[in-house]
C-alpha cells in the first residue's frame, strides 16, 4: 500500500473529520473513500464523453440500426 502526505486546508481537514467522525471511520478512511468517489466520477464522465462523440459521429449508421 502506497503511502502519501497529503496538505490540506484547515477548513477542509475540519470538514473530513467531522464527515469521518459521523460515519464512524477514521480520517484515513474518509478521504479515500472521496477520492476513489472522485476517480469513479471522472471515469464515468470520459465514458460518457466518448459515448457522446460516438453517437455523433455514428449517427446515421445507428439511426438505420434502430428501424
Not at 476513489?36 to 440500426?65: F, N, P, S, V, W
Amino acid at each position: 500500500m502506497a503511502e502519501t502526505r497529503l496538505r490540506l486546508p484547515d477548513e477542509t481537514y475540519e470538514q473530513i473529520k467531522q464527515i469521518a467522525g459521523a460515519d464512524a471511520q477514521s480520517v484515513n478512511s474518509a478521504m479515500v473513500v472521496a477520492i476513489e468517489e472522485y476517480i469513479a466520477r471522472r471515469r464515468r464522465e470520459r465514458y460518457q464523453t466518448m459515448g457522446r462523440k460516438i453517437a455523433e459521429r455514428d449517427r446515421e449508421l445507428l439511426e438505420r440500426l434502430a428501424r
